[in-house]
């Protein structure tokens, strides 16, 4: 059986606010800013433009990606528990009317922060393997935050700032139905509950988490290419978590994989994007002209507390 995911569908909004101002308005220290903007690359951030919503970004994301199929299930990764259509029905409701699955089940998978979405991606690949699955089913993976609500929700100090975006991917078995783009070939997950506390964490403990993150990535990076029959010579591709510039060329250290194959194209203009970086980044390439048919690309996610995620993917031959 072959599970394949879709094209992705993106949208960014149409704002971009300073990097440096962000970290301004919170009164982060000058250091720290040029830190930020010199060392770890980041100089604007997308947010929500007068008259947008993170909702709509979520509804047209999800309408290109399943063409007006149906989809046996939705599943929305997600960071932050304050998005107002999270608090009432509104979200699963417009959901369903805005694509015509009435009945759908709509899960949200949260608490596991930026390692939401793929996390999706994995619960998808199981609910497709099922045994009573048909071969018909396919499941919407959805993906978004709203970082621009204030900037303590976007900024996580000496580390990264957050933007707003969405994307949707729909997988299913590879048929007539859904003839995929890319082979879904493995995924895994690790956690080191050390920092559990998150953003409350004890100074010595913020210490470690540099290294951690660094450790983590790899770990997980490996977990996942060994699940799908690979070795790190066989990796094209790394669709990175977007944090900064300086912990991915750790992380391309202690893999061996040299930067050049760690996708940062959109890493200074967009930055980190919550839980969508890596099918942001696996678009991109893609519809640059990146991608050739047979590459292999790992998608790679961290969420604070502190959880990995990573997913193997294959380039196919057909475009759809």
């Known amino acids: 059986m072959t599970i394949t995911l879709s094209r992705v569908a993106t949208r960014v909004p149409g704002g971009r606010d300073s990097v440096d101002e962000i970290l301004a308005r919170h009164d982060r220290p000058?250091?720290?800013?040029?830190?930020?903007?010199?060392?770890?690359?980041?100089?604007?951030?997308?947010?929500?433009?007068?008259?947008?919503?993170?909702?709509?970004?979520?509804?047209?994301?999800?309408?290109?990606?399943?063409?007006?199929r149906r989809a046996a299930l939705v599943l929305y990764g997600h960071t932050l528990l304050v998005q107002p259509f999270g608090h009432h029905d509104e979200f699963a409701a417009r959901i369903r009317d805005r694509l015509g699955l009435p009945g759908v089940p709509v899960y949200g998978i949260s608490r596991i922060n930026c390692a939401s979405v793929l996390r999706g991606a994995d619960l998808?690949?199981?609910?497709?393997?099922?045994?009573?699955?048909?071969?018909?089913?396919?499941?919407?993976?959805?993906?978004g935050d709203q970082g621009s609500m204030g900037d303590m929700s976007r900024i996580i100090p000496g580390f990264v700032v957050c933007g707003d975006a969405a994307a949707a991917v729909v997988m299913g078995r590879d048929g007539e139905r859904h003839r995929g783009r890319y082979r879904y070939l493995g995924g895994a997950a690790v956690r080191d509950a050390r920092f559990h506390r998150n953003l409350r964490m004890t100074t010595e403990e913020s210490r470690e988490f540099g290294t951690a993150c660094v450790e983590g990535m790899v770990g997980v990076i490996?977990?996942?290419?060994?699940?799908?029959?690979?070795?790190?010579?066989?990796?094209?591709?790394?669709?990175?978590?977007?944090?900064?510039?300086?912990?991915?060329?750790?992380?391309s250290g202690g893999l061996g994989i040299p930067m050049d194959r760690v996708y940062l194209d959109l890493l200074p203009d967009q930055g980190h994007t919550f839980g969508v970086d890596a099918l942001m980044a696996l678009?991109?390439?893609?519809?640059?002209?990146?991608l050739k048919p047979g590459q292999r690309c790992v998608l790679a996610a961290q969420g604070m507390g502190a959880y990995f995620q990573a997913a193997v993917v294959e380039v196919t031959e057909d475009a759809a």
């Open 30 to 68: 000058r250091a720290e800013r040029r830190l930020f903007t010199r060392i770890f690359g980041l100089r604007t951030s997308p947010s929500l433009a007068d008259g947008e919503t993170l909702l709509e970004l979520l509804l047209d994301a999800a309408e290109e990606a399943l063409e007006g």
């Open 222 to 251: 490996d977990a996942a290419l060994g699940r799908a029959g690979l070795g790190r010579d066989d990796v094209d591709w790394i669709m990175p978590h977007m944090s900064n510039a300086f912990v991915w060329r750790a992380v």
């Open 283 to 290: 678009e991109h390439a893609d519809r640059t002209g990146r």
């Open 124 to 143: 998808a690949d199981r609910f497709l393997r099922r045994p009573d699955a048909s071969p018909d089913d396919l499941v919407l993976v959805l993906g």
